[in-house]
T-cell receptor
Framework: DVKVTQSSRYLVKRTGEKVFLECVQDMDHENMFWYRQDPGLGLRLIYFSYDVKMKEKGDIPEGYSVSREKKERFSLILESASTNQTSMYLC?????????????FGPGTRLTVL | AQSVTQPDIHITVSEGASLELRCNYSYGATPYLFWYVQSPGQGLQLLLKYFSGDTLVQGIKGFEAEFKRSQSSFNLRKPSVHWSDAAEYFCAVGRHTGGGNKLTFGTGTQLKVEL
């Protein structure tokens, strides 16, 4: 059974803190993604990675960075958290089969920045 | 640029009634279309997807969707809704770029089921 796990379900941080959100997949997928989900806006792509140490900006990369040192792990980094980054963050992965291939999602991390 | 429109933010139906959730897309090439469902507190689960061939696609949990190129639509249907179908539903279009695919999502439709 496919599995994408995220390190925390709920996280509360203070403005200016450095925040790490971790995502691990056990399906040996090449591609991994970070999305942000906000009411009325749906899911928006922050960054994705199609190989170890490879990354590409999505639609809303400002204020975020990512790291992929191992194939199974993809980290989202908020260098200096701000209140407008309070949101639900979803990680996903799929194989290198491309756009035909289903993306599998983790349960999400609800981040609150105070 | 590709986009997805889900015109209904909220829909309420009675249990046992039929359901149709609307999705319109804008994409320059052959679209690859998906419907996902998100139950409260959960991640997204794929219901069904369309790539080519038969325009009526069957999915899990009794859902189906019909691709209509002339209307740029990919509406989701279910003949008889169950209370457990209450969730948020997202339509998405896939596009290939660089080393992998990207999904553009609609803003979602929240489904409420009345008993």
């Amino acid at each position: 059974d496919v599995k994408v796990t995220q390190s925390s379900r709920y996280l509360v941080k203070r403005t200016g803190e450095k925040v790490f959100l971790e995502c691990v997949q056990d399906m040996d997928h090449e591609n991994m993604f970070w999305y942000r989900q906000d009411p009325g806006l749906g899911l928006r792509l922050i960054y994705f990675s199609y190989d170890v140490k490879m990354k590409e900006k999505g639609d809303i990369p400002e204020g975020y960075s990512v790291s992929r040192e191992k194939k199974e792990r993809f980290s989202l980094i908020l260098e200096s958290a701000s209140t407008n980054q309070t949101s639900m963050y979803l990680c996903a992965s799929n194989s290198a089969g491309g756009y035909r291939d289903t993306q599998y999602f983790g349960p999400g991390t609800r981040l609150t920045v105070l | 640029a590709q986009s997805v429109t889900q015109p209904d933010i909220h829909i309420t139906v009675s249990e046992g009634a039929s359901l149709e959730l609307r999705c319109n897309y804008s994409y320059g090439a052959t679209p690859y279309l998906f419907w996902y469902v998100q139950s409260p507190g959960q991640g997204l689960q794929l219901l069904l997807k369309y790539f080519s061939g038969d325009t009526l696609v069957q999915g899990i949990k009794g859902f189906e969707a019909e691709f209509k190129r002339s209307q740029s639509s990919f509406n989701l249907r279910k003949p008889s809704v169950h209370w457990s179908d209450a969730a948020e539903y997202f339509c998405a279009v896939g596009r290939h770029t660089g080393g992998g695919n990207k999904l553009t999502f609609g803003t979602g439709t929240q489904l409420k089921v009345e008993l």
